[in-house]
């Protein structure tokens, strides 16, 4: 007979000390670590434990015995819930310096690397409606707080658009405004939910893999233009373009309407055909004099004007020559490849998603850039010694892998192709520094610079400056 297990205990008087890895706040509970969210460090809290590990358990706030002096209130109602922003109750100064110290102890403490004094985290110029790209998801069943369920005597299935909340694939919090994204994009999503649900659209179920909505993508430029993607389950011919006919009336701002049939049990779109309802193919994003066509399944840094600090303080570390080869691995539509031709003698720019190369490829035309070569596949497939004996050697590198980091094999090329400069920009420092240190029997750590792209959240960028040994500095 299998043993029941007993209540999960309230932990009363909690102090909260610290945060950890991905932005949990922390306290200690008879030498056992508790992860609470909402906490700040400083706060003292009643905590109700939700989930019991052998070595640590996780909790949520019940009462607040004292609040850190520190604490801010929230802006967003949906604070704590819809699982983003979760650092919206610190001071944003606090932000700056919490995510140094992560830098710090993924390197330093974690990684064991001999780096040089840390700068401090770069600040967004905007910590509210700086994202430029925002996805909803559609759901046939709206999530529901605690406080909600307490005062529903029977709780009936509703449909939602919004966020997926954490760990929960098959419902979605209904969001009624979010603060990551300037307008018409409050604006928009709730005209979409109103307009579908009126019209009886059905909501997509994650679990049955049934209904026509399932999710909608806004994108936003500093030029003023707005993308704007729906993504259906499955064709009604007669739905989609009722839907796009209103959205093209209500919102001529929209400069570029696309849709998706996604009949897939999965929601990526990386294989997906786009298709234009009206507008324009590409939607203008600049920086410095540059101008990108971004298209709707692009990449491009979600936070515009701290792209611009990110790739700028990129190219100073890579100190550039007019006679250099540059190598841009991961290159993605070629922002970073471009942003730099001019300071070099040619770039070389590597991507695995064929249509971001396009994208990349048009870049350079659009801004008469004729020094760049972009080429598309697997990074340690087409990185190979034959590739560089034919292109030329890398006098600098730089690297901005996705948060898995590098394969070991591509690290293993880099180290064989030796440049005299690596530049390695990563928006997770743990797999970064497992990175750097495959490479720290070559090359110096000279410089490093967190670069904070996501005010509110836990999430940091950085970039790395790397010597080769014995070389002039």
Request: aromatic fraction near 10%.
């Amino acid at each position: 007979m299998s043993r029941k297990k007993g209540p999960l205990p309230l932990i009363e008087s909690l102090f909260i000390e610290d945060y950890a890895a991905e932005g949990k706040a922390l306290g200690h509970h008879e030498g056992i670590v508790i992860f609470v969210g909402g906490a700040v460090p400083g706060d003292i809290v009643t905590v109700q434990i939700t989930k019991q590990h052998r070595r640590f358990m996780e909790g949520r706030i019940v009462a607040f015995i004292k609040k850190s002096e520190c604490r801010v209130e929230p802006k967003c109602p949906h604070f704590g819930v819809c699982g983003g922003c979760k650092w919206q109750n610190l001071p944003y100064q606090k932000q700056l310096e919490y995510k140094t110290k992560q830098v710090e102890d993924q390197l330093i403490r974690i990684g064991k690397l001999s780096v040089p004094e840390i700068t401090p985290c770069i600040g967004s110029q905007d910590t509210y409606w700086y994202r430029n790209k925002l996805e909803y998801s559609f759901s046939s069943k709206r999530w529901l707080t605690y406080e909600q369920i307490q005062q529903q005597e029977e709780i009936v299935p509703q449909p939602a658009l919004g966020f997926h909340v954490p760990n929960v694939f098959d419902k979605a919090l209904d969001i009624s405004i979010c603060y990551l994204q300037r307008e018409p994009s409050n604006a928009i999503r709730d005209f979409i939910r109103n307009y579908t649900i009126d019209n009886g659209f059905s909501f997509y179920d994650t679990r049955s893999h049934e209904g026509l909505m399932r999710g909608i993508i806004i994108r936003t430029s500093s030029t003023g233009e707005v993308m704007l993607s729906v993504v259906f389950g499955y064709e009604h011919t007669q739905h989609i373009s009722m839907l796009m006919n209103a959205l093209k009336e209500k919102f001529p701002e929209i400069t570029s309407l696309y849709y998706f049939i996604n009949e897939k049990w999965n929601d990526s779109l990386a294989d997906q055909t786009p298709v234009l309802f009206y507008g324009k193919e590409y939607m203008e994003e600049k920086m410095e004099d540059l101008s990108f066509k971004i298209s709707p399944k692009s990449f491009y840094q979600t936070n515009s004007k701290q792209a611009l600090r990110l790739y700028t303080e990129a190219r100073t570390m890579a100190e550039l020559r007019p006679t250099d080869t540059l190598y841009d691995l991961y290159t993605g539509t070629g922002s970073i490849a471009n942003f730099c031709a001019r300071f070099c003698n040619k770039v070389i720019g590597i991507e695995y998603v064929e249509d971001a190369i396009k994208d990349a490829k048009l870049n350079s035309q659009a801004n008469s850039i004729t020094n760049t070569e972009f080429f598309a596949g697997d990074m340690k497939k087409v990185l190979n010694k034959e590739f560089i004996q034919q292109h030329g050697k890398a006098d600098v590198m730089i690297v901005d892998p996705p948060r898995a980091g590098m394969d070991r094999d591509v690290v293993d090329v880099i180290m064989e192709a030796s440049p005299e400069r690596i530049v390695y920009v990563s928006c997770n420092p743990a797999t970064q520094a497992r990175d750097l240190a495959l490479m720290a029997s070559k090359y110096d750590i000279i410089k490093v610079q967190p670069v904070d792209m996501f005010p509110h959240t836990q999430h940091v960028e950085n970039i790395v400056k790397l010597q080769l040994k014995n070389t002039n500095i």
